[in-house]
């Protein structure tokens, strides 16, 4: 069903050589490191410890509800954990589950069937401690197969963001310093959006963008005279195609995008194994091992260094050991912290490259939940228009603690959101009634509602930080993450300004506020989990230089989101992508120079 | 394509065809399309009693009933798929609320008219799912807990028919744009 042959995954690859590299992970980071390393002749080896999925026949993007048996429900015997579940209990959440398979909440999204084998059985893979709601995808591409696509850059607001407003640390670099690699990822991969030109959200090198509906422009309109901005979608979609990448289609704006959970079948959006995997691949360079579970990052016994990495294979339960000059951790904030510290040794007694204590520790987030729900009463009655094939609406940008002090809270957040008709009218869940007159509302109402929700920072705090439980063990015996992670005072007041802003928002654009919600979601609901193995100069206090790399370990590389200084409260793909391009770059310069 | 998914009629020249490289993905899907469709009930309810269905029927077509508009939730085979669901079904606790709640229903109708739910007049049978759907945002009896089940449930299976995704909801989407997006321009 794929459109190119894809060069068949070496299962049986060959580990009595020692390969440049070893990247564990293959997300949007790992991907990215594969990229810039094949593409600079090293010899690369990826560790993947999930599957290779034939992901477009799980994703079946465009096939109606009703063509499936069970309207997109997995089987009987899947669960999908719920809210209460998460708040109620403490994880383990599977724990004593009558069911056969747990889930993540993203599984009760209402397509649970179409992600039941990308997300983690929670039954195999638990984890202790605070509660948290952790969605992890265990896939050739990780959780870049059903990302929400959101793609933003961070600004000096963030980097600088301690110069700013006193909290916290600096980045070890600036805007200026990532903004080339920020324009090479937009070039390579395709980016949707329209220039604003703002200092705290910089442009991309856009593609297309999407369009908005009526109640869209109307909000934009109003806001305009707020002096604050909706944006359509920034997606990390390609809408104009890219000549370079056989593996991608441009969007055509078909499928209902809003399915979510959901992928993009033709990958006009952004995953790492279309985007960057396959064509790495096509270098030569590029070896890929799926269902291995790396479990210690190995070091020289003499010098300290890393010679290699240890596995399981998720089938046969076989230990397997890759050899490499470079070892490189991508495996996702809590997985490359859980590696790091499960990765000791007589010269890093707390964990690999873990000198500073800081591994785990500063673990930070975006919260959310709160948001507001309009009616547009001019757009009530209205015949049906196409709103979906869209990767997503609106975004608004942050618009405090710019300029303005809040008192209340520092740092800031955005708003998500969108407008009018979908495939499913949600709104008839909560339409009163039965009857002619009822289904009269709901379809009169189809198209008559836009919603948005706040993505808020979470500030990075030393005392949020994850460890490794001495007891509890995951399915393959490798012992599991404990939680010690907690929202603040100041993510409470950010969420509770968020309703009181985005209803002020709503009513000055004439929009009638039907719903404000102002329940904090629980902690991980974001999936943006971010900087439990921060970047910094001082490797008292970080863990990583500004190249993401160890200061304890020339050649130990972490180049996914555990590298993030603060959480921003921009979604954090793109820029994740950004740095590792940046520190990839670096680190091939440099071992063609001998120097790791 | 049906003319359900391409309404307009719309298709798509051999040369755009070519250059929409994702209609080789889709393809397949859509063939098998109407084949995978719940087919209409020929062997009798698999969950539900004979009479437990024909409650069934009733009650979620007056919920959403054919109008002016469009056919109603007997027409988009609401009961059947619900049926199927619960013969499906694992969770033993979800059937026998389903069970009882159809009972409660009954047992209200004949508190009310002296006599089962199907057997009352029309105005009668409106006048019992009226009763249990006043406590809809409050329910404390049994056969108002059960209204909220029941709505929440024809909602669901109504508005993923092709019933009510295509002849209701006259839904747009799910279909290649010819270049342009739907909407307007930012600016």
Request: net charge neutral; proline share 5%.
């Amino acid at each position: 069903m794929t459109l190119v042959r894809v060069a068949p995954l070496a299962q049986d690859v060959d580990l009595s050589k020692t390969y440049d590299a070893v990247v564990v992970g293959s997300g949007a980071a790992g991907g990215m490191a594969a990229h810039v390393l094949t593409t600079r002749g090293l010899k690369v080896l990826m560790l993947e410890a999930g599957k290779k999925l034939p992901i477009e026949q799980e994703l079946r993007s465009m096939q109606w509800p009703y063509d499936h048996p069970r309207r997109g429900d997995a089987p009987p015997g899947y669960h999908a954990l719920s809210f209460n579940e998460y708040t109620i209990r403490t994880p383990p959440y599977a724990k004593n589950s009558t069911f056969k398979h747990v889930m993540s909440y993203v599984g009760g999204w209402g397509g649970s069937d179409y992600v039941k084998n990308i997300l983690v059985d929670e039954k195999d893979h638990p984890y202790t401690g605070t509660t948290y709601a952790w969605v992890r995808a265990r896939a050739l591409g990780g959780k870049t197969n059903i990302w929400g696509r959101l793609a933003l850059r961070l600004s000096d607001y963030d980097f600088k963001a301690k110069t700013h407003d006193g909290y916290g640390e600096d980045w070890p670099i600036s805007y200026a310093d990532l903004e080339p690699y920020y324009d090479k990822v937009d070039l390579y991969l395709g980016i949707s959006g329209h220039k604003e030109n703002l200092p705290h959200l910089p442009d991309s090198l856009f593609q297309r963008p999407t369009k908005l509906n009526l109640a869209e422009v109307q909000l934009r309109e109003s806001l305009k005279k707020m002096g604050r901005v909706l944006t359509p979608y920034r997606a990390g979609v390609t809408t104009d195609g890219l000549k370079h990448n056989r593996y991608r289609s441009k969007c055509y704006g078909r499928g209902a995008c809003g399915r979510r959970p959901g992928g993009c079948d033709i990958h006009a959006a952004f995953d790492s194994p279309t985007g960057l995997i396959y064509p790495a691949m096509d270098t030569g360079n590029l070896t890929v091992r799926p269902n291995s579970i790396a479990h210690e990052i190995l070091v020289d016994p003499n010098t300290g260094r890393a010679r290699g990495v240890a596995f399981l294979d998720s089938e046969t339960r076989k230990s397997y050991e890759a050899k490499a000059r470079v070892v490189i951790v991508a495996a996702s904030t809590l997985e490359s912290a859980r590696l790091l510290l499960l990765s000791r040794s007589r010269q890093h007694p707390n964990g690999l490259g873990n000198s500073s204590g800081h591994v785990g520790h500063n673990f930070c987030e975006h919260v959310m939940g709160p948001g507001v729900t309009g009616l547009v009463k001019d757009l009530v009655g209205k015949p049906p228009t196409l709103d979906d094939g869209r990767p997503g609406g609106f975004y608004i940008p942050r618009f405090r603690n710019l300029k303005d002090r809040q008192p209340g809270f520092v740092r800031g957040y955005g708003f998500e959101g969108g407008g009018g008709f979908s495939i499913f009218p949600g709104h008839a869940f909560g339409a009163k009634g039965f009857g002619a007159q009822f289904k009269k509302d709901v379809r009169d109402h189809a198209g008559a509602f836009i919603r948005m929700g706040g993505f808020g920072e979470v500030l990075a705090r030393y005392e949020n930080y994850v460890d490794l439980d001495p007891d509890a063990k995951d399915a393959w015996g490798i012992p599991t993450l404990r939680f010690h992670y907690q929202f603040g005072d100041n993510e409470r007041r950010m969420c509770e300004d968020m309703v009181v802003a985005g209803r002020e928002m709503f009513e000055a654009a004439g929009i009638e506020v039907v719903g404000a919600d102002d329940k904090m979601l629980t902690e991980g609901w974001s999936i943006h989990e971010l900087g439990t193995a921060r970047m910094g100069n001082d490797p008292k206090t970080s863990v990583l230089n500004q190249f993401q790399q160890s200061h304890d370990v020339k050649n130990l590389f972490v180049v996914d989101g555990s590298s993030h200084v603060s959480a921003s409260c921009q979604n954090p793909t793109w820029t994740i992508m950004a740095l590792a391009w940046r520190s990839c770059e670096y680190l091939a310069s440099e071992f063609k120079k001998g120097n790791v | 394509m049906t003319d359900a998914t391409n309404p307009k009629g719309e298709t798509l020249s051999r040369r755009e065809m070519l250059e929409v490289t994702a209609a080789a993905i889709a393809a397949p899907l859509l063939k098998q399309g109407p084949a995978a469709v719940q087919p209409a009930l020929q062997t009798g309810p698999k969950f539900f009693t004979g009479p437990e269905f024909a409650l069934l029927d009733e009650l979620s077509d007056l919920i959403i009933p054919t109008d002016a508009h469009s056919p109603g939730a007997r027409a988009a085979g609401v009961a059947a798929y619900l049926d199927f669901r619960l013969a499906d079904s694992l969770d033993t606790e979800q059937q026998t609320k389903w069970r009882s709640g159809l009972a409660a229903v009954d047992a209200l109708s004949k508190e009310l008219n002296g006599q089962a739910f199907l057997q009352g007049s029309a105005d009668q049978r409106v006048a019992v799912l009226t009763r249990i759907a006043a406590g809809e945002q409050d329910p404390k009896t049994p056969a108002e807990h059960f209204f909220q089940e029941l709505k929440r449930s024809t909602v669901r299976a109504y508005y993923t028919s092709k019933v009510g995704i295509h002849a209701d909801q006259q839904y747009k989407g799910n279909v290649y744009q010819r270049g342009e997006f739907a909407g307007f321009d930012a600016k």
